[in-house]
């Protein structure tokens, strides 16, 4: 689409400190847009290294809104926060919400009046944008991910057989049974990521040097577009090999989340291993570089902004109504009073220390003694915990085992949407108390969507009793929960210790409770 001049274009991202998927996207965005000849600014609270590149392209970058004295024909806002800052400092310009995640508090979309359109980058987000956050249809866009395909070139042909691999590690969890599964097939692995401290500022100059890439969602399109083998996965769980006949499907939703169905286990990761095919990688490498290039995605991009400007030039928003959904917004932000308010900040900062604490260590089953199945109706056992019509996300657990998951770190939690119909009263959790005679007694508090339950001192352990028993925690649910969606189990733990710490093994894991399993009563 072509403009008569230049368009001003405020990209709003909640952060640049780091090198999150969001923020590569806000790189690429403004380094296209300036190719393109239009005037990119970059507004985030938070700036770090990657402001620094974007700058160093002349690109305007600032954390503060007030320092932006020109006008604005639109604001591409990545996160729901800042795009209301934009949106309240620019109220003549029109707004496009780009929604990236699916679970992430920041991607909540704001209901603001400026905002014309709703750019989903896959369709599971754009599910979540019209059956979660209610937003018509006929405001909705999907905009699949691109790759920048100028700087990610194709590396030399693959061989018959790979000898070389390369995990990507946004989180942890997988990365025992990828480094399992290569060491069996003979294959070297290398791994980066932030949650090793492996950032790399350049992939497009590693990746070529591999001939087997580990990565999802924007690095496995990256990698794709260098023609490496992919197979999708992360600590959430495993898609498989990428192959034309599934890249499609795959790439819709954007190689995340709802195609990282299947458990992660090391027979799992090596089955993937010995589907390895250069020709079909070849051919995913040619796919990619056609169909999803940085170039035909501006080009749609500029599209949508050109629709949206001259939807706000014929009707504008009413001064009244945009300062209504504003004030609106700011009062769905607003703290609620109660005896634990999980600042976001603080949680995401928790969260990513966690992650951190996860890696490179070397596992050992600890395995509970006694847990027997429990038939019981409504039980939620961590087989099932990627079923999406019951856990939405489990956080701060080391890698599921054929039992359940030990948590790994001082806060754990458990995300469950319930169903439309039920209407739970109580909840019992299947926990195993990691105890030892050098760790004697394990302490922990119970909440419940934020609200603090209990506290409980587990221990001490009889003499000659099995170090690793099943124990019940049941508790009534709180009655704030009774309409929520969704239930949020968190669990902190005082006093968590490692195997290596009391002598059981060189397992640096920070060991607390081991959930068995979860049950919803009436």
């Known amino acids: 689409m072509t403009f008569e001049q230049p368009l001003t274009v405020l990209i709003a991202n909640i952060y640049l400190t780091g090198r999150s998927g969001t923020e590569i996207v806000t790189r690429e965005v403004a380094f296209a847009l300036m190719r393109a000849g239009h005037r990119p600014i970059v507004y985030a609270p938070g700036l770090g290294p990657i402001a620094e590149e974007i700058r160093a392209r002349g690109i305007p970058v600032t954390d503060d809104i007030s320092t932006i004295a020109a006008d604005i024909d639109i604001i591409h806002?990545?996160?729901?926060q800042v795009t209301a800052i934009a949106a309240a400092r620019f109220p003549n310009a029109a707004a496009l919400y780009f929604a990236h995640d699916f679970v992430a508090w920041h991607s909540a979309p704001p209901l603001l009046a400026s905002i014309r359109k709703y750019v989903a980058v896959d369709d599971t987000v754009a599910e979540r944008l019209q059956f979660e956050a209610g937003i018509p249809a006929d405001r909705i866009v999907t905009l699949l991910n691109a790759v920048d395909t100028d700087r990610f070139l194709p590396g030399p042909p693959l061989p018959e057989h790979p000898r070389r691999a390369l995990a990507f590690a946004k989180n942890t969890q997988h990365l025992h049974a990828v480094r399992a599964a290569c060491a069996e097939r003979g294959i070297e692995l290398d791994v980066i990521g932030a949650s090793i401290g492996g950032i790399v500022s350049e992939p497009e100059t590693l990746l070529p040097q591999y001939d087997l890439v580990f990565a999802s969602a924007l690095s496995a399109l990256e990698a794709m577009a260098c023609g490496r083998a992919v197979i999708v996965c992360d600590g959430r769980g495993l898609a498989g090999m990428a192959r034309s006949d599934t890249w499609d499907g795959w790439r819709r939703r954007n190689f995340g989340l709802r195609v990282l169905q299947e458990r992660l286990s090391h027979e799992a990761?090596?089955?993937?291993?010995?589907?390895?095919?250069?020709?079909?990688?070849?051919?995913?490498?040619?796919?990619?570089?056609?169909e999803a290039s940085m170039s035909k995605w501006l080009d749609a991009c500029l599209s949508l902004y050109g629709d949206a400007i001259s939807q706000h030039r014929a009707t504008p928003v009413d001064k009244d109504e945009l300062n209504l959904s504003l004030a609106r917004h700011m009062q769905v932000w607003l703290p609620k009073p109660g005896p634990i308010w999980p600042w976001m900040t603080e949680r995401e900062d928790l969260l990513a220390q966690l992650a951190r604490m996860r890696a490179e260590v070397e596992r050992v089953e600890l395995e509970p003694a006694g847990l027997e199945p429990v038939e019981v109706s409504k039980v939620l056992s961590l087989a099932q915990v990627d079923d999406p019509e019951r856990f939405v996300r489990l956080t701060g657990f080391s890698a599921l085992e054929h039992w359940g998951?030990?948590?790994?770190?001082?806060?754990?939690?458990?995300?469950?949407?319930?169903?439309a119909a039920a209407a739970p009263t109580s909840l019992r959790l299947g926990l195993v108390p990691f105890l030892h005679e050098k760790h004697p007694k394990l302490v922990a508090e119970l909440f419940i969507n934020g609200i603090w339950i209990e506290r409980r001192v587990f221990g001490p352990i009889d003499s000659g009793a099995p170090l690793f028993l099943q124990q019940d925690w049941q508790v009534t649910l709180p009655p704030e929960t009774a309409r929520a969606r969704r239930l949020t189990v968190g669990l902190r733990i005082e006093n968590p210790a490692s195997p290596r710490q009391v002598g059981l093994s060189d397992d640096q894991r920070r060991l607390g409770l081991g959930l068995c399993l979860i049950e919803l009563g009436e």
């Open 405 to 419: 998951a030990w948590t790994d770190g001082d806060l754990a939690m458990v995300e469950i949407k319930k169903s």
């Open 269 to 290: 990761i090596a089955a993937e291993i010995d589907r390895y095919d250069a020709f079909d990688a070849a051919e995913i490498s040619r796919r990619t570089r056609q």
């Open 77 to 80: 806002g990545n996160h729901t």
